[in-house]
T-cell receptor
């Protein structure tokens, strides 16, 4: 039962362009959604989050959009940089407990 | 302030042996979480612990797996009688809160069962 889905395994974009990473979820009880970035042989690091009562959160080059009616969120990175090349995980949790539910991740490659 | 420390980074065990994975949380963090990442998969929750207490073990396999977070020392994830399907990356995270916010992940232990 995959409650958080990242259906595209990979994305390749040109440096300077926008990267759009998508995530869908099935559990309408999630209270928060988060994006993590992971480099090989390292643990995930927190990138940005959004509350379920918001529809947008922005932090520098990173913006997360939430469409609750479609149960869909997306991470926009603009402009994309080669150092952004990594695996990006979408995750969610309910306030009632603290465990994160992760998607399978998407590998972003930013071409110089 | 050191981050979350996991050791060993790599662990090779033969089928039937025991694997012990250690996790030292960040200073001041009293909440510890273990996640497992199988090949081509996302991270799956295994267990949530506080000092001397298991809070949520709903993601732990029913047999062979156990976890502890003693009053002194690191948290330990123990896998008895390992099988090939246990080969995975095991990540520990710690948090100062008991919510999904504020996680800091360690670099993981990659377990290979041969």
């Amino acid at each position: 039962d995959q409650q958080v889905k990242q259906n595209s395994p990979s994305l390749s974009v040109q440096e300077g362009r926008i990267s759009i990473l998508n995530c869908d979820y099935t559990n309408s009880m999630f209270d928060y959604f988060l994006w993590y970035k992971k480099y090989p042989a390292e643990g995930p690091t927190f990138l940005i989050s959004i509350s379920s009562i918001k529809d947008k959160n922005e932090d520098g080059r990173f913006t997360v959009f939430l469409n609750k009616s479609a149960k869909h969120l997306s991470l926009h990175i603009v402009p994309s940089q080669p150092g952004d090349s990594a695996v990006y995980f979408c995750a969610a949790f309910k306030n009632a407990n603290s465990k994160l539910t992760f998607g399978k991740g998407i590998t972003l490659s930013v071409r110089p | 302030n050191a981050g979350v420390m996991q050791n060993p980074r790599h662990l090779v065990r033969r089928r039937g042996q025991e694997a012990r994975l250690r996790c030292s949380p960040m200073k001041g963090h009293s909440h510890v979480y273990w996640y497992r990442q199988l090949p081509e998969e996302g991270l799956k929750f295994m267990v949530y612990l506080q000092k001397e207490n298991i809070i949520d073990e709903s993601g732990m396999p029913k047999e062979r797996f156990s976890a502890e977070f003693p009053k002194e020392g690191p948290s330990i994830l123990r896998i008895q009688q390992v099988v090939r399907g246990d080969s995975a990356a095991y990540f520990c995270a710690s948090s100062p809160f008991g919510t999904g916010y504020g996680y800091t992940f360690g670099s993981g232990t990659r377990l290979t069962v041969v």
